[in-house]
């Protein structure tokens, strides 16, 4: 099993949608949890972390949390052509020093 | 703030010949760097964390003496790919960890892309 998991996509969403992007994780004391976007050729940003169980909104941009389910999920609210990218879900364990990566999901959005 | 800087973004390189990659924080002491490596429509796959220092802990099946890390500052770590080889070619990424930060602040450099011919 994977430590990160993330459904590779391509995952199509028409503009103006929202986009629901989800990931799991083994490591049940994992601690803090983020969400990057990565362009093609470029290098990741980070777009949200989030360390509570619930919802953390910033803009367009939603992360939520269940350490209960190991499950954490970004919705991106009216979609814009400019959000497709590849977006990876990093998970940092307790008292670790190393984010640990899912494979990332696909997202395009569509005009 | 909290900017890493890498250079060169690109480079092409003959295969047997060596190739440094360079990663600075330019407004934050890094205690510790991450080097990445990314093919093609896959994630980024760690290959070892420095810390000022001391030797770089790589991941399995990353060999030492092929990619030689050093990080000699709290603002510099390079990353030296010896006798490059055409599988080589790849996108390779630093991060920087502000420890001021805590847990938000890993930062990523731009990226080098590097072509072994």
């Known amino acids: 099993q994977k430590e990160v998991e993330q459904n590779s996509g391509p995952l199509s969403v028409p503009e103006g949608a929202i986009a629901s992007l989800n990931c799991t994780y083994s490591d049940r004391v994992s601690q803090s949890f983020f969400w990057y976007r990565q362009y093609s050729g470029k290098s990741p940003e980070l777009i949200m972390s989030?360390?509570?169980?619930g919802d953390k909104e910033d803009g367009r941009f939603t992360a939520q949390l269940n350490k209960a389910s190991q499950y954490v999920s970004l919705l991106i609210r009216d979609s814009q052509p400019s959000d497709s990218a590849t977006y990876l879900c990093a998970v940092l364990g307790q008292g670790a020093q190393k984010l640990v990566f899912g494979q990332g999901t696909r997202l395009t959005i569509n005009p | 703030g909290a900017v890493v800087s890498q250079h060169p973004s690109r480079v092409i390189c003959k295969s047997g010949t060596s190739v440094k990659i360079e990663c600075r924080s330019l407004d934050f002491q890094a205690t510790t760097m991450f080097w990445y490596r990314q093919f093609p429509k896959q994630s980024l796959m760690l290959m070892a964390t420095?810390?000022?220092?001391?030797?770089?802990?790589?991941e399995q099946g990353v060999e030492k003496d092929k990619f030689l890390i050093n990080h000699a500052s709290l603002t510099l770590s390079t990353l030296t790919v010896t006798s490059a080889h055409p599988e080589d070619s790849s996108f390779y990424i630093c991060?920087?960890?502000?420890?001021?930060?805590?847990?938000?602040?890993?930062?990523f450099g731009s990226g080098t892309r590097l072509t072994v011919v």
């Open positions: 420095s810390n000022e220092g001391s030797k770089a802990t790589y």
């Open positions: 989030i360390y509570s169980n």
């Open positions: 991060s920087a960890r502000n420890r001021g930060r805590g847990n938000y602040g890993y930062t």
